[in-house]
């Protein structure tokens, strides 16, 4: 019972590098979701998802870019990494029912030099 | 607008101790409520939910109640262990039209319970 996988769990990159980080749930779930978490600042929503072949901003989209073209699949950009992307990078699927909760992947540490 | 607003901490606490953790809400709609627990180096865990006014979310040895009148769903243990030192969060979902996709979190509260 997987439930909802990240890769990678860590990663440096330097200033200026690209990468991508992938999100897969096999629950079934319509919505997924990228979050942020940075100390003091707890969980900030990044992009999210409603169902296959759509995407739409969160509270903090700047500087990244996502992509849904399979349902199970959610995928994270980072176009030209800056220091500010520093973080713990959670995923998280959903039943589009409010009364459900999200399920969250393990995190990925990424480091950014 | 949603929020959520809970005690910061950090709380430390002796084993066997009653753990309370505040967390009260604003909401334009009827939300459903949720704990979640973070522990050290691991992503988020539902620890218990409650979706309507009076229901009890109950999860090892965790307790909350959704209390409408004060907008509030205090998380409580009777006894904490070590074990129970983690990062708790409250949070709301609520359904509202094209915005049920939203959970709207606390900042969370760190645990720290000493033997």
């Known amino acids: 019972n997987a439930g909802v996988t990240q890769t990678p769990k860590f990663r440096v990159l330097k200033t200026g590098q690209s990468m991508t980080l992938l999100c897969a749930q096999d629950m079934n779930h319509e919505y997924m979701y990228w979050y942020r978490q940075d100390p003091g600042m707890g969980l900030r929503l990044i992009h999210y998802s409603v169902g296959e072949g759509t995407t739409a901003k969160g509270e903090v989209p700047d500087g990244y870019n996502v992509s849904r073209l399979k349902k199970q699949n959610f995928l994270l950009g980072l176009e030209s990494a800056a220091p500010s992307q520093t973080s713990v990078y959670f995923c998280?699927?959903?039943?589009?029912?409010?009364?459900?909760?999200?399920?969250f992947g393990d995190g990925t540490r990424l480091s950014i030099l | 607008g949603n929020s959520v607003t809970q005690m910061e901490g950090p709380v430390t606490l002796s084993e066997e101790a009653f753990l309370t953790i505040n967390c009260t809400y604003t909401a334009t709609g009827y939300p459903s409520l949720f704990w979640y627990v973070q522990y050290p180096g691991e992503g988020l865990q539902l620890l218990l939910k409650a979706t309507k006014a009076d229901d009890k979310g109950s999860n090892k040895g965790f307790e909350a109640t959704y209390r409408k009148e004060t907008t509030s769903f205090h998380l409580e243990k009777g006894s904490v262990q070590v074990s129970d030192s983690a990062v708790y969060f409250c949070a709301l979902r609520i359904n509202s039209g094209g915005s049920n996709y939203k959970l709207t979190f606390g900042k969370g509260t760190l645990l720290t319970v000493n033997p």
């Open positions: 998280a699927s959903s039943l589009p029912v409010a009364s459900q909760p999200q399920h």
